[in-house]
């Protein structure tokens, strides 16, 4: 079973950045596609941002040119910066491998306006 622990939310103000950390368990960040998501309140969960293990990204067109993913692999860590918030991003944040089915605690994101 896969451990998967996000940190890094809070409340910013609109136009101000984020950097969330997913920490995640076994030396599997390197090999497998992964994933940020995110769930605001009332709505549908979605897929935000993802990296592939040749470390090809992609983004949501909602995000693109504000977010970047990246990972240490030596820390079996994943991360997104988000950059130029606005209220829209107000959700709770989530990662995982493609392949997982499960969901960590996420990591509460807030932006005032």
């Known amino acids: 079973q896969v451990q998967l622990v996000e940190s890094g939310g809070g409340l910013v103000q609109a136009g101000g950045s984020l950097r969330l950390s997913c920490a995640v368990s076994?030396?599997?960040?390197?090999?497998?596609?992964m994933r940020w998501y995110r769930q605001a309140p009332g709505k549908q969960r979605e897929l935000v941002a993802g990296?592939?293990?040749?470390?090809?990204?992609t983004y949501a067109d909602s995000v693109k040119g504000r977010f970047t993913i990246s990972r240490d692999n030596a820390k079996n860590t994943v991360y997104l910066q988000m950059d130029n918030l606005s209220p829209e991003d107000t959700a709770v944040y989530y990662c995982?491998?493609?392949?997982?089915?499960?969901w960590g605690q996420g990591t509460q994101v807030t932006v005032s306006s």
């Open positions: 995982r491998p493609r392949w997982y089915s499960r």
């Open positions: 076994g030396s599997i960040v390197s090999s497998n596609t």
């Open positions: 990296m592939d293990s040749g470390g090809s990204t």
